[in-house]
């Protein structure tokens, strides 16, 4: 027997490395505990450090905003 209608598993989410590299490609500003670095830094910083969170933001018709942070997210509302 066939599985009923199965919907197709979800992409795997690309490695932060490689998102930070694509980041880089388009520009982005990038900051670290809030303060502004630079995209090699990024690299650096991510290939250093598993437990770094990622923030990215992309707006139509602006840089692309990245946000590294060594801490743990806060939501804001």
């Known amino acids: 027997t ?3 209608n199965v919907p197709p598993a979800p992409p795997v989410p690309p490695k932060p490395i490689e998102h ?3 980041m880089v490609a388009k520009g982005a500003c990038f900051t670290l505990n809030g303060k502004e670095i630079s995209g090699k ?3 650096e ?3 250093k450090n ?3 969170n990622i923030d990215a933001r992309e ?3 602006t ?3 990245v946000k590294l942070s060594t ?3 806060v939501i804001e509302n």
């Open 2 to 4: 066939t599985a009923p």
């Open 20 to 22: 930070i590299k694509k």
């Open 41 to 43: 830094k990024a690299i």
């Open 45 to 47: 910083v991510v290939q």
């Open 50 to 52: 598993k437990h770094i």
């Open 59 to 61: 707006a139509n018709g």
């Open 63 to 65: 840089k692309p905003i």
């Open 71 to 73: 801490d743990p997210i």
